[in-house]
């Protein structure tokens, strides 16, 4: 089986996603974020205040080649998309699946959690706007796209196990 990628905004269900797909195909999942801190030995919100946003991209794009890419699926950040090298990457080695899920589902989703460095700050909401829609065109570049606003990780596990035969 060839790698599968799972690309959409923050709150979207990359995670879960893979998790779910992990336990029934019985193959491991890999979070590019997770991985990015175990490598560097520092939390994203860390490295995004000390080195700042570039040097998290780059350690990116770095987690992103050294995952093996057979047998396993691939939760990735939600702005991996944003430097093409990643996309063209993701579409060399594997499936890549888009987990669209609409703004105002996101904000609900994301409430409460502190951990997002681009969100910090006021106007969560005009935040994840803005960055949704500069990443919209770029998520859609992926070989397949899901809703997963409002519907159930099973099913979305589903449609993905579907898709992949």
Do not use: W
């Amino acid at each position: 089986m060839r790698a599968i990628y799972l690309t959409g905004f923050m709150g979207s269900g990359k995670t879960t996603i893979a998790e779910k797909l992990s336990f029934e195909l019985t193959v491991p999942t890999i979070d590019t974020d997770d991985h990015i801190e175990q490598v560097t030995g520092k939390a994203i919100p860390d490295i995004f205040a000390s080195e700042g946003e570039e040097a998290f991209r780059k350690y990116e794009s770095q987690s992103l080649e050294s995952i093996p890419n057979k047998n396993i699926i691939i939760s990735t950040g939600g702005g991996i998309i944003l430097k093409e090298q990643n996309r063209e990457f993701m579409k060399k080695h594997g499936i890549v699946i888009y987990l669209h899920c609409d703004p105002e589902e996101i904000l609900k989703r994301l409430e409460g959690d502190s951990s997002r460095p681009l969100l910090k700050g006021d106007n969560r909401k005009a935040k994840i706007e803005s960055i949704f829609s500069e990443r919209l065109s770029l998520y859609r570049e992926a070989h397949f796209e899901i809703d997963t606003t409002n519907r159930s990780v099973s099913e979305i596990a589903e449609e993905i196990q579907d898709i992949i035969g």
